[in-house]
T-cell receptor, first 115, second 115 residues
């Protein structure tokens, strides 16, 4: 009955590999986000999608490519992984992109470790 | 531009004592303010928000926050802390005049409640 789910929970991989993280929300929201939390717990937005359309792209390297097949899903594909990509990646969702008072609901996170 | 600051990296408090976690913000227009809590190895959970109206906002788990426009602050408070309140707390702000719907988070404050 999870509201925002992510898979996998843990991801350990070698430098140079390509990997994907999947996110699904069953809240009926129309806006989804990807955040990166670094080792110091600093949280920064990467992307935001509204109704499958990219709205926010926060100067993230081109190696990161989000894809939203429908409103309930937002996946993150990362090419040519680097050591600096090691972090916890959180997916979130909210209702009404222009309703700025609405809170976001977060998934449990995916801990990515690049060796 | 919108920004938020949490001046304390860590707050230590004895169980049963009042808990305060500080947050100050900067926006061009009117702020939408949020508090989230993150337990170890978990995603962020929404606690409360200020959009408009009463300056004192009540939220989940007995937490409340006071919006102070003159001091541009939104401190989180709990009258009597529990050991289970030990977690990482994030303040976040959204500017109603900013383009897009970006939520900016503070650096987080770790709360340690000792028995």
């Amino acid at each position: 009955d999870t509201a925002v789910s992510q898979t996998p929970k843990y991801l350990v991989t070698q430098m140079g590999n390509d990997k994907s993280i999947k996110c699904e929300q069953n809240l009926g929201h129309d806006t989804m986000y990807w955040y990166k939390q670094d080792s110091k717990k600093f949280l920064k937005i990467m992307f935001s999608y509204n109704n499958k359309e990219l709205i926010i792209n926060e100067t993230v390297p081109n190696r990161f490519s989000p894809k939203s097949p429908d409103k309930a899903h937002l996946n993150l594909h990362i090419n040519s992984l680097e050591l600096g990509d090691s972090a916890v990646y959180f997916c979130a969702s909210s209702q009404g992109y222009f309703e700025r008072g609405n809170e976001q609901f977060f998934g449990p996170g995916t801990r990515l470790t690049v060796l | 531009a919108q920004s938020v600051a949490q001046p304390e990296d860590q707050v230590n408090v004895a169980e049963g004592n009042p808990l305060t976690v500080k947050c100050t913000y900067s926006v061009s227009g009117n702020p939408y303010l949020f508090w989230y809590v993150q337990y170890p190895n978990r995603g962020l959970q929404f606690l409360l928000k200020y959009i408009t109206g009463d300056n004192l906002v009540k939220g989940s788990y007995g937490f409340e926050a006071e919006f102070n426009k003159s001091q541009t602050s939104f401190h989180l408070k709990k009258p009597s802390a529990l050991v289970s309140d030990s977690a990482l707390y994030f303040c976040a702000v959204r500017d109603d005049e900013a383009a897009g719907n970006k939520l900016t988070f503070g650096g987080g404050t770790r709360v340690l409640v000792k028995p």
